[in-house]
């Protein structure tokens, strides 16, 4: 994805990944950069979103309404988790 962009998105992108409680000890990979909330997965967000330049496009992946509201404030666009191709699974 982030070699690739999204509609509407050029590649390259950065893609960040909040993560909150147990899932906290995950690492980053490839080309996604994890941050561990110390609290509210939701207020993590808002707040590397406000600490960004307006002059950078940001995107939030949610389908929270409040949350999306919150980042709307600092100048973000909000998208579904739909917009998000999905990757055929290869299990088997």
Same mark, same amino acid.
């Given at each position: 994805?982030?070699?690739?962009?999204?509609?509407?998105?050029? &590649?390259? #992108? $950065?893609?960040? #990944?909040? %993560? =909150?409680? =147990? &899932?906290? !000890? #995950?690492?980053?990979?490839? +080309?996604?950069?994890?941050? *561990? +909330? &110390?609290?509210?997965?939701?207020? *993590?967000?808002?707040?590397?979103?406000?600490? =960004?330049?307006? &002059?950078?496009?940001?995107?939030?992946?949610?389908?929270?309404? !409040?949350?999306? $509201?919150?980042?709307?404030?600092?100048? *973000? =666009? %909000? #998208?579904?988790?739909?917009?998000?191709?999905?990757? $055929?699974?290869? *299990?088997?």
């Amino acid at each position: 994805m982030a070699g690739a962009g999204l509609p509407g998105l050029p &590649a390259p #992108l $950065e893609v960040v #990944l909040v %993560v =909150e409680g =147990e &899932a906290r !000890g #995950l690492d980053s990979i490839d +080309a996604v950069r994890v941050v *561990a +909330a &110390a609290g509210s997965g939701d207020d *993590a967000i808002v707040e590397l979103v406000r600490g =960004e330049s307006r &002059a950078r496009q940001l995107v939030v992946v949610t389908a929270d309404r !409040g949350l999306a $509201e919150r980042v709307r404030r600092y100048g *973000a =666009e %909000v #998208l579904g988790p739909r917009s998000i191709p999905r990757r $055929e699974s290869r *299990a088997g």
